[in-house]
Each structure stands twice: as structure tokens, then as C-alpha cells.
């Protein structure tokens, strides 16, 4: 099992930044990939970035592109997200998943494990 916190949501303006994070514990997080989702009112779940298991590939939503960085920190059993040049329609609920496999991308089924989310609100 592994437990999944997230952490480093707010409220930010247009344009700004926010670093996201996501504490793992109960089990190494080195095993496998993880990513990143969001959630918007009334809106389906929707891929953010995903990192492999040893950071060598990411992948990127194309609304994210060039703006999140993911990363990883094996070590310290943590994922972070980068949210540069944030807009409104980032606002979202986001949400840290692993996966037991070492490439996993937008498909939420691989992941098996899953945080309760931070909100993060982008007002213009």
C-alpha cells in the first residue's frame, strides 16, 4: 500500500506560481511511475504530467506544455509539480497517483494508488 499526500495548493493570480508536492509513504514510490491529475467543477478528470520511474521520461497534457514541470525525488519518496504562468482555467482539484508500472501516461486506470487532492484556484 501506499499513501499518497498532497500539499502546496492555493489561491494564486493569473500568471503566477505554485509549487505542488506529494508525500508518499508505506512504500518506496522508486517502484514505479507516477503522475499528475486534476479535477475542475463539473468537468471529467483530466491528465496533467506523469514521470517514470527512474525520471528519465515525462509527458505533458498539451494545455500544460512548456508551463508544469513534473519531477521526482526517489529519496525523499516525493513528486512535485511546477505550475508556472498559471491561468483560470488551471483551477482545478489536483491529484498525485502512482503506478506499479515504471511508464505510465494520461491513462488514470494504471495508477493504483491515488491522494485525496489539493485545491488550487487561479483568479484572474
Known amino acids: 500500500q501506499v499513501q499518497l499526500v498532497e500539499s502546496g495548493g492555493g489561491l494564486v493570480q493569473a500568471g503566477g506560481s505554485l509549487r505542488l508536492s506529494c508525500q508518499a509513504s508505506?512504500?518506496?514510490?522508486?517502484?514505479?511511475?507516477m503522475g499528475w491529475f486534476r479535477r475542475s467543477p463539473g468537468k471529467e478528470r483530466e491528465f496533467v504530467a506523469a514521470?517514470?520511474?527512474?525520471?528519465?521520461?515525462?509527458n505533458y497534457a498539451e494545455s500544460v506544455k512548456g508551463r508544469f514541470t513534473i519531477s521526482r525525488d526517489n529519496a525523499k519518496n516525493t513528486v512535485y509539480l511546477q505550475m508556472n504562468s498559471l491561468k483560470p482555467e488551471d483551477t482545478a482539484v489536483y491529484y498525485c497517483?502512482?503506478?506499479?508500472?515504471?511508464?505510465?501516461?494520461?491513462?488514470?486506470?494504471?495508477?493504483?494508488?491515488w491522494g485525496q487532492g489539493t485545491q488550487v484556484t487561479v483568479s484572474s
Open positions: 497517483a502512482a503506478s506499479g508500472k515504471s511508464y505510465s501516461g494520461s491513462d488514470g486506470s494504471e495508477y493504483n494508488f
Open positions: 508505506g512504500r518506496t514510490i522508486s517502484t514505479g511511475a
Open positions: 514521470i517514470s520511474r527512474l525520471g528519465d521520461s515525462t
